[in-house]
């Protein structure tokens, strides 16, 4: 038998064709999936955050990079139950005074969602649990030396390329060194994303925090685009963004500030 090199190449043509399609698609899911908080889908956010004009000279700066950890974990047919990690490394310069600085780990906030793995009929994707604070401060500079436990949440509806929700956690201090301020903090992060056909997400949140011990807010707005990309099989994702303080405590941050964010990603 007789077979044309076109006969010959439309079946390996398929098959190529097949395989960058599945990729496509694949990429697609994943993209939608970093953008929802609860997503069954394990990454490792690398988070680099530079804040200015601290202190009473608005002389302080701050680099703040968060290690991120997302690890879902399967409890039955219809539920999930998401590990969320904010592990800070630290290093502060001329902060609470000029020629003052310290370098180190900071406190671990620690987040537990009991997640349903289907949307609701409406089409909210939710989750709820403990949250924990952990004194893993190097430095007491760098440490309120407190344990903390509270309730946190999340509630968002994915639409197409959009993503629209919020997250909240409320922490209070139940035990550590009783020489320090005690804790007592209301987080509310409400978030929307746009992911466009290049994989390229778009995002703005506002990662605000109300201190009810000195009832001061801490109210930084986001601005962030982030580009998913596939080194191998390795996929990742590669962002950076401005950051704006609306208001911020007594010698806090002011102005702008920005943020570089690495993703690595590994999917089932």
Request: no cysteine; net charge negative.
């Amino acid at each position: 038998m007789n077979l044309s090199k076109k006969t010959l190449l439309l079946p390996i043509v398929g098959v190529i064709f097949s395989i960058q399609n599945g990729f496509a698609n694949s990429e697609d899911n994943i993209a939608q999936q970093l953008a929802n908080p609860v997503a069954s889908l394990i990454s490792v956010p690398i988070q680099a955050n530079y804040d200015q004009d601290i202190g009473p000279n608005e002389e302080g700066s701050i680099w703040r990079i968060n290690i991120q950890p997302v690890i879902p974990f399967s409890l039955n047919e219809e539920w999930n139950l998401i590990s969320r990690t904010i592990l800070p490394i630290v290093n502060q310069n001329d902060i609470p005074e000029q020629g003052m600085g310290e370098s180190g780990l900071g406190d671990t906030v620690q987040s537990l969602f009991f997640s349903p793995k289907n949307p609701t009929e409406s089409g909210w994707i939710m989750g709820a649990g403990p949250v924990l604070l952990l004194p893993t401060g190097t430095d007491d500079a760098l440490s309120g030396e407190k344990w903390g436990l509270g309730p946190t949440a999340v509630a968002l509806k994915q639409k197409g390329p959009w993503t629209v929700g919020g997250l909240f956690n409320h922490i209070w201090s139940v035990a550590g060194d009783d020489d320090e301020a005690d804790v007592n903090a209301t987080f509310l992060q409400p978030f929307v994303s746009y992911i466009t056909p290049t994989k390229t997400t778009l995002s703005v949140n506002m990662e605000s925090t109300y201190d009810w011990q000195s009832e001061q807010w801490s109210v930084p707005v986001n601005l962030v685009a982030q580009q998913l990309l596939r080194a191998g099989n390795q996929l990742y994702q590669v962002g950076v963004g401005a950051r704006y303080w609306l208001d911020s405590p007594d010698n806090g941050p002011e102005g702008w500030g920005y943020r570089i964010q690495l993703t690595l990603l590994f999917p089932n």
